[in-house]
């Protein structure tokens, strides 16, 4: 059974970076059956794809006004984890963070399983 | 386009069937999945490409599509199904990934 685990502080003060690191089991992040992905859900609000690291270490990150330029997605295959930074945060990146192993066949693909969350709150 | 609109809530009497939606210019080039998501839990995939169920998923879901437009109907809701669903596919560049804003199913 694949799990995902995210990890990090639930604190970040703003002008900060937010690192969360997502430890996988079950599954290897060398498979190239899947992406790596993160997603978040501001407080009461609904889901918002942040990016994703593939098994080739290919990034792609949203191109919302929300997140550009600011988001980097790396993974350490030797612990079998991945990691999401988020550079100059403020109250808005206050949300619950996701990791998310999205499976790929033919032209579908969907996002299973999904790690519990880590609720991230930007506050001095 | 990168919107995909949902209805934001809708109710079902128990054993009923209720339908969701969800519109979009991207859903005529791409499958929508459906994730639902209860209250304090992380969202879980419950339709997937053209209409798969993943293991574990009561047939009583199950999806469909014509043109801009996706739906998943729940034949049958039962007391368990009350949840958030959220809809998912990608943009018209095929390159990000967008959710719907959120349906609130409620069993009466």
């Known amino acids: 059974q694949v799990q995902l685990q995210e990890s990090g502080p639930g604190l970040v003060k703003p002008s900060q970076t937010l690192s969360l690191t997502c430890s996988v089991s079950?599954?290897?992040?060398?498979?190239?059956?899947?992406?790596w992905n993160w997603i978040r859900q501001h407080p009461g609000k609904g889901l918002e794809w942040i990016g994703f690291i593939s098994s080739t270490g290919n990034t792609y990150y949203s191109n919302s006004p929300s997140l550009r330029s600011r988001v980097s997605i790396s993974v350490d295959t030797a612990r079998n984890h991945f990691s999401l930074r988020l550079i100059s945060v403020t109250a808005a990146d206050t949300a619950l963070y996701f990791c998310?192993?999205?499976?790929?066949?033919?032209?579908?693909?969907?996002?299973?399983?999904w790690g519990q969350g880590i609720l991230v709150t930007v506050s001095s | 386009s990168s919107e995909l609109t949902q209805d934001p809530a809708v109710s079902v009497a128990l054993g009923q069937t209720v339908k969701i939606t969800c519109q979009g210019g991207?859903?005529?080039?791409?499958?929508a999945n459906w994730y639902q998501q209860r209250p304090g839990q992380a969202p879980l995939v419950v339709i997937y490409?053209?209409?798969n169920r993943p293991s574990g998923i009561p047939d009583r879901f199950s999806g469909s599509s014509s043109g801009h437009i996706a739906s998943l109907t729940i034949t049958g809701a039962q007391a368990e199904d009350e949840a958030d669903y959220y809809c998912s596919s990608r943009d018209s560049s095929g390159n990000q990934y967008v959710f719907g804003n959120g349906t609130r199913v409620t069993v009466l």
């Open positions: 991207s859903l005529r080039s791409f499958f």
């Open positions: 079950g599954a290897s992040v060398n498979s190239g059956d899947y992406t």
């Open positions: 490409g053209k209409n």
């Open positions: 998310v192993r999205e499976e790929h066949r033919g032209f579908e693909d969907w996002f299973d399983p």
